[in-house]
């Protein structure tokens, strides 16, 4: 499985460096910085390279592994065990990835936004959050990425994608995301 | 940006519902009769009779002052519809049969367009006046003049400041709208010092009360401002790559500590408060925040995972002598020193619950002093006696304070807005 999926990287990125001048959709659903019960307007997408022409993927001529459902680069959240802050084994290969494609892409930028859930106190959890992102970050850099990069910042407990008071709520806020 | 409407929050108060009994006796300085009630409060009986030529309304200067005194949990307020004024004889014996050991009168004038409040503490006990005197303010501080009456009558009775002639600091939701705002400290006066669409946490005060640190998402990350109060002049004082935030003022106002994730973990720093001059404190492996300075400036406390789990250590403003201050219990966060330097408050975690607990840093006694499921941010009054803290339950989110011994409480409740994040301000003069 994890065999396939760098293969699927690798064509994705031999792909990419043949189009590099088309600018990547911003604002793939699965990584939209939402806040409370999407009320919150969605945030004007970060400039990133500096280009201007943007492409939609529908008609670009080759398919954007950031916007491919079926390419690990499409995923972009690591989810975290309660009070824990390291990268679990099942997200390994999604964060070597994102390494990889910023090592093949030195223009690219990404910011890894760490959240989490809303027990305990904000400034404790936005250090918990920030010890994800850097947890992430440390990964990709390992993959290849470069410092200048990539920044891990976090939002705590503050943002929350998920509302609600139940595990299931925790779960998906105990998160990093990596966004272009 | 426009200042908002006067609003209001909510008082309810829950006088006398301690969870523990009383850690620090009041000194009945004055020789008045202590009555005991409720679990343990010595509330010192007090007749406040109506001052005389105090318009009804929300600014009346009695009602504000019985409401301060009430509140604190010091006081039970013996009603009074007479008028009652700072001049004249005292028939002790009838206010003595009323309960009251003590009686506050007191009268208005106007004159130049600005009111003169003069009043007087007598108690009814020993036949003596306490304190005779007098404020002459412009009408738009009516209620600033009625506070520090009752900072008088507090300090006259107890022996301790007043806490009442001070500001709160606090974050307000409503909807998507976040705002920093500021009340006197019975939550009256409020007025909005930042407003923004992405959430405000961590505000503090600077030493002097002109300015409020804060750290702010607007830049889609943590970011922490220091803000001037008067001119609502703002400047960023960390924006360094990775988070920005926890900020503690230095005892004189000259540097802030902050937690910075620049190098990787959240570490603690110190900067000046225009920014320059940052330096990095200590190092460790672990997340180290919420840096908070003893009020000599000798100390810092702050919260570190190093153990494993967050607990609360000290160490000099070098970054030396690094020492575990909690031990108990696995989750130990957000510390607070009370201005006189005695007390550590901070919030621990037990069987799933946040409360606010209180640790008496000379005899090493813990008391638990709130018992919300969800309490964060204590914040102590300048007198050191209250702590205010956020409060959530069932989907409200309010401000709370109790007393540092657990005899009294109160809560503040903001109408259509969840609030949290509250941090009392200094004495001002």
């Known amino acids: 499985m994890n065999g396939v999926k760098t293969l699927v990287s690798i064509i994705a990125f031999t792909l990419l460096g043949a189009c590099s001048t088309v600018k990547l959709n911003e604002k793939a ?9 999407s009320s919150v307007p969605a945030p004007a997408p970060a400039p990133s390279s500096g280009r201007t022409s943007e492409v939609s993927p529908s008609s670009a001529s080759a398919v954007d592994p950031l916007n491919d459902p079926s390419n690990i680069l499409y995923k972009r959240s690591v989810y975290f065990d309660y009070d824990q802050y390291t990268v679990k084994e099942e ?12 090592a093949a892409n030195p223009d690219r930028k990404v910011t890894i936004q760490g959240n989490t859930d809303e027990r305990g106190g904000s400034e404790y959890n936005l250090a918990l959050g920030q010890k994800r992102a850097e947890a ?39 998160r990093a995301d990596i966004m272009y | 940006m426009m200042a908002s409407p006067k609003k209001r929050i909510f008082l309810k108060s829950l006088v006398t519902s301690g969870v523990v009994a009383g850690l620090h006796p009041i000194a009945a300085l004055a020789q008045l009769r202590v009555e005991i009630s409720g679990m343990g409060a010595n509330q010192i009986p ?5 001052f005389w030529d105090d318009p009804a309304g929300d600014n009346q200067v009695t009602a504000i002052i019985a409401a301060d005194l009430q509140r604190s949990g010091l006081f039970r307020v013996v009603p009074s519809s007479d008028l009652v004024r700072e001049t004249g004889a005292v028939d002790d014996a009838v206010w003595r049969s009323k309960g009251a050991d003590a009686l506050l009168g007191g009268s208005l004038t106007q004159a130049d367009g600005r009111t003169e409040i003069r009043y007087r503490l007598h108690d009814t006990a020993k036949a003596v006046t306490l304190t005779s005197s007098g404020l002459k303010v412009n009408p738009q501080f009516i209620r600033l003049a009625a506070h520090r009456v009752a900072d008088d009558v507090y300090e006259k009775l107890t022996g301790i400041r007043g806490p009442f002639a001070t500001r709160i600091a606090y974050v307000a939701r409503s909807g998507n709208e976040y705002r920093l705002e500021i009340a006197d400290s019975d939550g009256e006066n409020a007025f909005t ?4 669409t992405e959430p405000v946490i961590s505000p503090a005060w600077s030493p002097d009360g002109s300015k409020v640190a804060y750290v702010s998402f607007n830049l889609k990350k943590p970011v922490v401002y220091v803000q001037e109060l008067a001119t609502r002049q703002r400047i960023a004082v960390a924006n360094f790559k990775g988070s920005n935030s926890a900020p503690a003022w230095s005892p004189d106002g000259r540097r802030l500590a902050i937690a910075l994730s620049r190098d990787g973990l959240t570490q603690i720093h110190t900067v000046n408060a225009d920014g320059t001059d940052l330096r ?8 180290d925040t919420e840096p908070c300075f003893s009020p000599a400036g000798d100390t810092i406390y702050f919260t570190s995972d190093r153990s494993g789990s967050p607990q609360i250590y000290r160490m000099t403003p070098s970054g030396g002598e690094v020492r575990r201050v909690t031990f108990n219990g696995s989750y130990n966060i957000s510390p607070a020193i009370s201005p006189d330097g ?16 209180v640790l008496d840093l000379a005899n090493g006694q813990e008391t638990r002093l709130s018992d919300g499921p969800r309490d964060e941010s204590p914040s102590f009054a300048p007198n050191s006696r209250y702590i205010m803290y956020a409060s959530e339950s069932a989907g409200r989110a309010h401000l709370a304070v109790v007393a540092v011994d ?16 509250p941090a009392w301000g200094p004495f001002t003069k």
Request: hydrophobic share 40%.
């Open chain 1, 29 to 37: 659903p699965p990584v939209e910085d939402r806040n409370s019960a």
């Open chain 2, 342 to 357: 005695k007390l550590l408050s901070y919030i621990s975690r037990r069987d799933g619950r946040f409360q606010v607990y």
């Open chain 2, 46 to 50: 007090i007749a406040i009779g109506q």
């Open chain 1, 91 to 102: 997200f390994s290969a999604l964060v070597e990835a994102h390494g990889k494609y910023l």
């Open chain 1, 136 to 174: 992430v970050r440390r990964a990709m850099a390992l993959a290849g990425a470069r410092d200048s990069q990539m920044e891990a910042v976090s939002f705590g407990k503050e943002k929350p994608k998920a509302m609600g008071s139940d595990e299931a709520a925790w779960m998906e806020n105990r």
């Open chain 2, 406 to 421: 657990g005899s009294s409480s109160y809560t503040l409740n903001a109408k259509a807005s969840k609030i949290r994040e």
């Open chain 2, 193 to 196: 010092a930042f407003r923004d």
């Open chain 2, 280 to 287: 990095r404190v200590a190092t460790s492996n672990a997340i």
